[in-house]
């Protein structure tokens, strides 16, 4: 139980305390107003990147051994693509059909949608935070999803220009969260999760659909369907491998890894 709560408030606090490391950017290293300035995408790099190699430090000191391993991302990347993709398919084809194939994607678009949101927001939210809160930490599902849905609603909050926005956008957030959290647990792995969260991002970039995460009536159904998908096959998968109730799991996990 001890060994349960030191991990439990190292990963919070760690978690905390990086979701504000754009103070020590902005105030120690750039100062405020070459940070101000600075180019969007080079500062969420520049983020991105720094908390990513923080937190395969910590997770190794914490655990001594592969930071890879307990996050979820040792095996089934190839796998994790093929599907992530697949199931993103209406997505692609009607945003596509939609605009006539017309796209101006970039590859710095491309390294923004799969890396530094795709990859990077299931990383620290799904692997770090829930995925070692739930099987490592003796968290269960209701509780360790929480709080990174919390944070993950909160985090997308400035695309609402209206309290009713604010909203609205919150919670199809956090509850998106939810659900790619109970992915991460279907799969056994993030892959799918990272590779999913990305190609949506790509696809809803590349064909400019002009609207807020929440999106307006046709940009939902082609979403929608993706997720339908997405949640079929994962139901199967889950079922197939004896890995779908959640019963005795839902606020306490006695079957930790540790």
Known sequence: ??????????????????????????????????????????????????????????????????????????????????????????????????????????????????????????????????????????????????????FFGIGHLYQAETLSDGISVFLFTALGGAGFAWFYLAWRSLWMVVFLHGFMDLAWDMFSIQTNVTGNLNANIFRFATLGLAIYFSIKKAKSENNYSLKGKLWLNKETLL
């Open 1 to 150: 139980m001890k060994r349960k709560i030191i991990i439990s408030l190292v990963v919070i606090l760690t978690f905390i305390l990086l979701r504000n490391i754009k103070y020590v950017y902005g105030y120690c290293v750039f100062g405020k107003e070459a940070w101000d300035v600075m180019d969007f995408h080079l500062k969420v790099s520049i983020l991105n990147y720094s908390i990513i190699t923080i937190v395969l430090i910590v997770t190794t000191l914490l655990f001594r051994k592969s930071p890879f391993e307990i996050l979820g991302l040792k095996k089934d990347i190839l796998k994790g693509m093929l599907f992530g993709f697949l199931f993103t398919l209406p997505m692609f084809i009607g945003y596509g059909y939609a605009s006539g194939f017309k796209t101006d994607v970039t590859l710095g678009d491309f390294h923004f949608d799969m890396v530094l949101a795709g990859f990077f927001e299931e990383f620290f939210y799904r692997g770090f935070l829930f995925g070692i809160l739930y099987y490592y930490a003796g968290w269960g599902f209701i509780a360790a999803v929480l709080i990174p849905s919390m």
